[in-house]
């Protein structure tokens, strides 16, 4: 694979890329190399995090559109009124692997994700949750081991509160746009956005620049001043 001339030579398909950027990168070193690559503004919220700090979140968007909802009295005049949950379900069960159910369009009136969505998502080999609200469940998620990034906990249910009305089609979170097979990076440190045309050059600079930091750590170790490693290597 080849993006905008540079040749991949740490990966052949996402099993691979994924399984090794969890061991060798974490999403500052991504981060880095999105600035260098004209990608300024790919982080989500700063309080948007993994519920717990080890977690790490790495997949393929699968974007979902949420809306407030309120319960009806009767039914409306669209045949999504009569659904709850809305679409919530037939997006749940078209996760695929490597794929990251990441969610927009609701308030912070409910959750959005919980205990059973994550059964269900490990089921079909989904690589985490990212949702622009809350979750609940905490203890059966966190018992799970389901990597999962939310504003926090809540218990409020959003069946009478909210709907899935779409998914797979493109969504905005904190003005960054997530397209549908976009990659999705979360650690304790934030939840960044790989856009799919850069995610080879993207991933590959981090591989680079993380033996770099190597070596600026070993020369620091050995008593150079910040100033002489940044000369040198022009990380830091």
């Known amino acids: 694979m080849t993006t905008g001339g540079v040749m991949n030579h740490y990966w052949s398909n996402d099993d691979e890329l994924f399984s090794l950027a969890k061991k060798k990168l974490f999403v500052a070193l991504v981060g880095d190399v999105l600035d260098t690559l004209g990608l300024f503004h790919q982080f989500l919220s700063p309080q948007l995090k993994p519920i717990d700090p080890g977690m790490v979140i790495l997949g393929r968007a699968m974007p979902v559109l949420e809306a407030d909802y309120f319960q009806q009295s009767g039914p409306g005049n669209a045949s999504l009124s009569e659904k709850p949950f809305g679409l919530m379900f037939h997006a749940l069960d078209d996760l695929q692997k490597n794929e990251v159910y990441i969610c927009a369009g609701g308030s912070l009136r409910y959750a959005q994700w919980g205990g059973l969505m994550s059964t269900r998502a490990k089921k079909c080999e989904a690589a985490g949750a990212v949702v622009h609200g809350f979750h609940r469940d905490s203890n059966e998620i966190l018992k799970l081991g389901f ?37 999705i990076f979360g650690d304790r440190d934030g939840v960044l956005v790989i856009p799919a045309q850069a995610v080879d050059d993207a991933f590959h600079g981090a591989f680079e620049k993380a033996k770099g930091e190597s070596e600026v750590l070993k020369a620091l170790n050995m008593g150079m001043t910040t100033v002489e490693a940044f000369d040198k290597f022009g990380i830091m």
């Open 147 to 183: 990597p999962v990034a939310s504003f926090g906990s809540y218990a409020q249910d959003q069946g009478p509160r909210g709907k899935v009305v779409d998914w797979r089609v493109p969504i905005e979170l904190d003005n960054v746009r997530v397209m549908p097979g976009d990659v």
